[in-house]
C-alpha cells in the first residue's frame, strides 16, 4: 500500500498520537499501544480514500 499524501492537519494529529505512543513507550515495554495505533490507521485510511475521490 502507498502511503498517501496528508493534509497539514493529519500530519500534526499523527505526529501528536505518535508523541503519545513514546511517552508510552518510555512507561514501560508492558504497556498497551493498540488503541493509538487503531487511531493512526484511521487517519491514514482516511487519507487514502480521499487521495482515491481525488484520483477518479
Known amino acids: 500500500m502507498a502511503d ?4 497539514a492537519a493529519e500530519k500534526v494529529r499523527i505526529a501528536g498520537l505518535v508523541a503519545r505512543m ?3 513507550d518510555m512507561a514501560g515495554p508492558n ?3 493498540g488503541d ?3 487511531r493512526v490507521d484511521r487517519i491514514l485510511d482516511g487519507a487514502r480514500e480521499r487521495d ?3 484520483s477518479k
Request: glycine share 0%; proline share 6%.
Open 36 to 38: 493509538l495505533q487503531r
Open 22 to 24: 513514546c511517552k508510552r
Open 31 to 33: 504497556v498497551h499501544q
Open 52 to 54: 482515491a475521490k481525488a
Open 4 to 7: 498517501p499524501k496528508l493534509t
